[in-house]
C-alpha cells in the first residue's frame, strides 16, 4: 500500500483543491481560514514526511516514489512525478518552509480568503516544480507558480509593490522562456521525441547545442537563484513583500534556481557543464563579494537582507562549479540551509517592521532594550547567516570551501584566486550583518522612535516560529549527515557524470601533481570544437 | 576504571554547554520567570562546571601519572568519498588546558555573583559565561583543525556576545563588533591555510598534516614557499585571537565587557587559544623555518608594542589589556624559536596572575563605583583612584602579588616562566632576547605605575580624572555614588582573588630551570610536543646571568615606577613632561586605529556605497533596458506602461487552462 499510493500526486494536489474550497468556506470573523490553511499545510507536511520516512531510499540515487500517468498523448505530455536525492530534501523544505509561512501570516487582515487561498496555491505549485519529471510540465508549473507569487507581491506588499511585482513577472517569465525553448530544442533532438527528463539526460548532444541549451538554461535560472547580474529584480521584490510571502520568496523559491541547475545543467548537459563551469565559479565569487558590498552600503533593512541572500547564492554556484561531490554537496546544503536561515531572517525583518513601522536603519537603535527575545533570535539567526559553527550556513560554506580547493578541474592560480575572493566573503559577512544588528538594537533607544512607537516583545507565536527554524539550523550544524544523508547517492552519482566529461580528471587529493587540465577559455568562442 | 573516566571525557565540555542552553533556553521562552530565579541559575552553571572540573582534574592527574593519549573520533560529514571526522583528544596539552580553563572559569563564575549581584542580565550574563567555558573546552580538545575552527569561532561569538553585554552603551556595541570582525580576519587566513594544508596532505589531523608535509618536502613535491605561505595563513588565525601585532586593536576596546570577561576570555584563556593552536601546529612548523622566523618576530614586536603602550594608559583595565598584548607576545615569541613547552609555561602561569589582576581591576572598580557612580570612563580611571590599599587590603594584596608575578621577580610565577622564554630566545636570536629584555622592564615600570597610582597614596576621588577635566559635564552627570569613600569588595569578589593568589606565587615552582618537572611533562614521549630540542646540562651560571639581568632590569623599571609615582600624585606624570612626542605616540596607541580606520574602515565604506550606486543605476538599467527591447516586440510593454502586466499573467493561466481542458476533451 505505502508503496503504490500516489504520495506526490497527493501532496501535490491537496493543497490546491483545498484552496478551492476556500471561497465556500464559511468564515465570519476571518479567523477559520486561517486555521483552515495551517491545518491544510500540517497535513500536508505531515504527508510528505510519511512518504519520506516510509517510501524514500536513503542509498539510492534512483528517482522514486516514481508515478506517470498519460495526460496529453497527443503532444507527449505526461503528469510524471518521482524524487530523488536533489527534489526530497527541497520538497521537505517546503512544506516546513510554507507550513511556517502559513503560522507566520496570522495577522494577515487585508483579504484573508485571498491570502490563504493563494498560499496554498502556491504550496502544491512549489512542490510540484521540484518533484515533476517531465520537463514540459516543469515548465507549466515553473510559470503557474509565478501567478500566485505575483499576486501575493501586488495586494500585499509595501508602497511600490505594484513595481516590484511587475519587474518580478517581466524578468521571471522572459527567463522562462529560455527555458521552454531549450527544453524543446532537447526534445525534438535525435530520433525519438520525448519530454522526460530521464530520457533527455540520457541523450547525447553535440557540444554546440548542448552550449546553445546550457547557456538559455543557464538564463532562466540566472534570474531565479539570483546571479548577478541579473539579480536587480530580487531586491524590489523582497524590499516590497510582506514577511510570509518573504519567506517563500527566499526559502523555496530561489532554490528553485539552483535545483534546476543542477538537475538541467549538470545532469543533462555535461559537457557544456565542463566549459562554463568556470564562467560559474567566476559569477559565483562576484555574487558573494558584490552582494556582500551592496548588502553593507544598503540602509533599507528589508533590501539589506536581500542583498545578502544574493551573496549567499554564490556558495551554490561555487559548488555546482567546483568538480566534486564535496563541493556539489555543500552547494544542495547551502540552498537547505539559507531556505531555513533565510526564512527566519526574512520573518524577523518582519516582526521587527510591524512595531518600529520603519525599514530605514537610521530611524531605529536601541530597540533591543524593549524587544530583548526578538534581539536575541535576530542575533542567532544572523549569527547563523554569517556562517557561525554549530549551525547549517558554516557547514554548507565549509563543504563548498573544502570542494572548491580539492578540485582538480583548475589550474592552481585560478582556483587559489577563487578560493582567496570567495574567503573575502567570509570577511565581508560579519560586517554588514553585525552593522545591522549594531544599527537596529545596540546602543541608546531612538527618542523620536520610541515617542511614537509602542515596542513590544515578541509574542510566543514569534518565538514558536523562530524556535521551528532554529532546531533544523542548528541540529544541520551539530550532525550536518542528517540532512546530507538524504542526497548523498545522488550527488555522488551527478559527479561522476560531470566529470567524465573533463579530461584527465585522475589526480586523487593530497597527491600534489599540479594541474591538469588547461584553464577552460572563457568559453563561447571554443564553440563546435569535439 | 581509568578507561571509563576517558569515556566520560566528552562531558567535559558538553555538561557546560548543557548549563547554558537549559538557562538560555529558559530565558528566551519563560524570560520573566527564569530571570527571577537568579541564583538559581547560576547555582545550577556552577555546580555542572564543577563536574568539568573534577573531571579535567582527574584526567590531567591520569596524564601525569602516564596514562597514554586518548583520542576518540566519529564520522561527521561525508560527501561520497570524502570523510570529516569530529572527536576528541586527552592527551598531555589538551589536559593540561583543560585544568587552566575549568578553574580560571569556576572562579570567575564565583566572582561574577558578586560582581554583577545588581545587574539586569545576571542570568543572561551565567549562560553566556557558561557557553564560552563549553567553546573554549571543545577546543582545547580538538583532534584536528577544522574542528578547532569551529570553536575558535565560537569562542569569538561568545566573545561578541559578551564585550556587548551591556548592549546599551555606544562604546561597548562599537568593541562587540570590531573584535568580531577583526577577528574574522584571522579566521579568513586561518580558513585558507587549514585548506591549504589540506589540498596539499590530504590531512585534517596535526601530526598527519606534519608527516606529510615532511615527505612532500623532502621529496620536492611541494615548494618550500608554498608551505611557508600555508603556515603564514594559519598563523593570522592566531594574531587575531591572541592579539598579536597588527590584529591587535580589537583586545583594548573589549575591556567594554564586564570585568570577570575581561579576565576569563580576554586575558586567560581565549586569548590564550592562539598560543595554544601553535603549540598544536609545532610538529609542521618545525618544518617551515620562514614561518617560524615571522612567528617569533611577530610575537617579540608585539610584546614591544603591548608594553609602550601600557606605559600610559589612564584606564585601569585598558593599562591590563595592553600588557596582556605584551605578554601573548612573548608567548608566541617563545612559539617562535620552537620552544612551544616555554610558552606553554608562560600560557599556565599567566593564565593565573593576570586573571587575578583583572579580577582586582573589577574589584577596584566596583569599590570606585560607590563613590563616583556607575560611569565606567570615571572608575576605571586611575588618575581618581589612589590610597585604596587602605580601603581594599585584600585586594590591594593580591593585586600586588600579582604584579610581582607579572614583574618577574623571584620566587613568583611570572620569573620562572618569563625567564623560561627569555632564555630560549637568547639561545635561538639574541635580537629577540633584546627585545623581550628590554619589554620587561617596561612591564615592571607600567605595572608599578599602576599599582602605586591605584592603591599608594592618598584616595583622590575626582581630583585629577576626566570628571576634573570637564567640570560642566560633571554638573549635569548627577550619577553620583552614594559613599565617600570605597569599600572592599564582598566575600564572592575575594575569595577567588585570595585563590588565585595561591597559584600566582607557586605555580612556577613546578618549572624550575633545574628542576623542570613542567618541560618534562609536556616533553614526554607520545605528548604533542616531543620536538622539543633537548636542553643541555643545567648550567647555573649561565642562569644566573640570564635571571640577573631580567630581575635586574625589572628593579630599574620598579624604581622609576617609585621615583616617579611614589609620592603624591599631582596629576603630572614626571615622564611625560620629558618627552611629550613620545608620550602623545604611546598614549595615542602609536596610531594604529587612525590608520585602520583611514585605510580599511572608510575605503571599504565607499567602495561598498559605489558598488550600490552601480547597481541602482547601471546594472538594474542596463539590464531592465535589454529587457525591454525584447519585450517591445511581443507589444507587452503597452501593457507594463498601463501598470497592467497582471494581463500577461493572465494570459498564461487562459493557456495553461487551455491545456487543461483540451486534455480533458481528448
Known sequence: MVADFPWLTTVILLPVVASLLIPVLPDKDGRTVRWYALTVGLVDFALIAYAFWQGYDLDSAELQLVERYAWLPQIGLDWSVGVDGLSMPLVLLTGFITTLA??????????????????????GGQIAVFAVQDILLFFLVWELELIPVYLLLAIWGGKKRQYAANKFIVYTAVGSLFILVAALAMAFYGDTISFDMRDLALKSYPVALQLWCYAAFLIAYAVKLPIFPLHTWLPDAHGEATAPVHMLLAGILLKMGGYALVRMNMGMLPDAHALFAPVLAILGVVNIIYAALTSFAQRNLKRKIAYSSISHMGFVLLGIASFTTTGLSGAVLQMVSHGLIGASLFFLVGATYDRTHTLILEEMGGVGQKMPKIFAMFTACSLASLALPGMSGFVAELMVFIGFATSDAYTLPFKALVLLLAAVGVILTPIYLLSMLRQIFFGPENEELVSHEKLVDAEPREVFIIACLLVPIIGIGLYPRLVTSIYDAKT?????????????????????????????????WRFGVR | MEQALYQYAWLVPVLPLLGA?????????FGEWTSRLRRGNAVLILLLMGVSLTLSVALFWSQVLGHDPYTWNFTWAVAGPFHLEMG???????????????????????????????DRGYSRFFAYLSLFSASMLGLVLSPNLVQVYVFWELVGMCSYLLIGFWYDRVAAREAAQKAFVVNRVGDF?????????????GQLEFTGIADRVAELLAAGA??????????????????????????HVWLPDAMEGPTPISALIHAATMVAAGVFLLARMMPVYEHLPVTLQVVAWTGAFTAFLGATIALTQNDIKKGLAYSTISQLGYMVMA????????????????AYFKAMLFLGSGSVIHGMEAVVGHDPIKAQDMRNMGGLRKYMPITAATFLIGTLAICGIPPFAGFWSKDEILHVAFEANWGLWLVGWLTAGMTAFYMFRMYLLTFGGEFRGLAFGPGAMQVEELAHTETHGHASEPHESPLTMTLPLVILAVPSVLVGLVGLPFANYFEHFLEEPGSALQVVPELAGFDWGEFLLMAGSSVGIGLIGITLAFVSYGGKFTGVEPLAERFPTLYEFSLNKWYLDELYERWFALPLRRLARQALETDYRIIDGLVNLTGLVTLVTGEVLKYLNNGRVQTYALVILVAVLGLVLVSGLS
Open chain 2, 21 to 29: 542552553t537549559l538557562v538560555g533556553t529558559g530565558l528566551i521562552t
Open chain 1, 492 to 524: 555522488t552519482a551527478v559527479t561522476a557524470l560531470v566529470r567524465q566529461s573533463v579530461p584527465r580528471l585522475q589526480a586523487p587529493v593530497g597527491m600534489l601533481t599540479i594541474p591538469i587540465s588547461p584553464p577552460y577559455p572563457l568559453i563561447l
Open chain 2, 88 to 118: 576528541l583528544v586527552v592527551d598531555r596539552l589538551s589536559s593540561l588546558m583543560l585544568v587552566i580553563v575549568t578553574t580560571v572559569a569556576l572562579l570567575v563564575m564565583i566572582y561574577s555573583d558578586g560582581y554583577m549581584a545588581h
Open chain 2, 335 to 350: 612559539m617562535g624559536v620552537a620552544v612551544p613547552a616555554a610558552g606553554m609555561f608562560h600560557l599556565m602561569t599567566h
Open chain 2, 222 to 247: 611541494l615548494p618550500m614557499w608554498v608551505a611557508t605561505g600555508f603556515g603564514i595563513l594559519v598563523f593570522l588565525g592566531p594574531v587575531a585571537k591572541s592579539a598579536q601585532v597588527p590584529l
Open chain 2, 189 to 201: 587566513g586561518l580558513l585558507l591555510g587549514i585548506l591549504g594544508f589540506y589540498w596539499a596532505t
Open chain 1, 102 to 123: 502559513i503560522l507566520a501570516a496570522w495577522p494577515v487582515t487585508l483579504k484573508p480568503r485571498l491570502f490563504y487561498f493563494l498560499m496554498l496555491a502556491m504550496y
